[in-house]
């Protein structure tokens, strides 16, 4: 099925998404992207079903042909704080208060959200294949969050960041146990699998 512009008929829509919410370093961070009525182009979908370099070669298009556009970002610490799920929705929500036009509806990606103070929302699951807006949006986060954990991986250059991006593969993990966590490490994730935690008992 393509992706839709709108959800309904009328109104100004504003997608959301985000990215690094499986992450065990870094921020979450969301993007809120309200597109024009006539957007095509083969890159605007899921951006994880994008390369990087497709994610790039879209990247100007959608900043220059939105109406308008925000980024959230909600750092490690305040993670550990408030868990990852309520971080999710408050990058989002960060993102919206970006927004130089105020949306009458958000879609947001996934099943769940906190309300945004007087817009209503609709919860789509997949909704980033399924909304060119959410997967503008999805597209947005993902390539503002790479950019930041590409220039963490120059001061913390012991955990691959500049191929995983903060997720949890082996060479990350590995990393840990060689190196330990550093300062921007979340601290309420399980950094390591239990086989690995073995080696320091």
């Known amino acids: 099925m393509p ?13 959301c998404d985000e990215a690094g919410r499986g992450c065990l ?15 095509n182009h083969k890159y605007l979908n899921d951006s994880k079903k994008l390369s990087a370099k497709q994610r790039h070669e879209i990247l100007p298009l959608i900043k220059s042909k939105a109406l308008a556009y925000g980024i959230g970002v909600v750092e490690h610490d305040e993670i ?18 970006a927004l130089k036009l105020k949306p009458e509806l958000l879609l947001i990606d996934g099943n ?13 699951i997949k909704g980033d294949g399924k909304y060119k807006s959410i997967a503008a949006a999805s597209i947005l986060a993902k390539t503002y969050r790479d950019e930041l954990m590409l220039s ?35 601290k309420s994730f399980k950094l390591l699998s239990d086989a690995q935690m073995e080696l320091f008992k």
């Open 152 to 186: 963490y991986h120059e001061k913390y250059p012991h955990y691959d960041w500049d191929h995983n991006m903060g997720y949890p593969t082996k060479k990350h993990r590995q990393g840990i146990v060689d190196n330990g966590p550093c300062p921007i490490h979340r």
């Open 112 to 124: 769940r959200f906190n309300p945004y103070p007087d817009i209503p929302h609709v919860c789509i």
């Open 80 to 97: 550990d704080k408030i868990n990852i799920l309520n971080a999710s929705f408050l990058a989002m929500h960060r993102a919206v208060d």
């Open 25 to 39: 370093a870094g921020p979450v961070v969301a993007a809120a992207v309200i597109l024009p009525n006539r957007l």
């Open 3 to 15: 992706l839709l512009i709108r959800f309904g008929k009328d109104g100004v829509e504003a997608g």
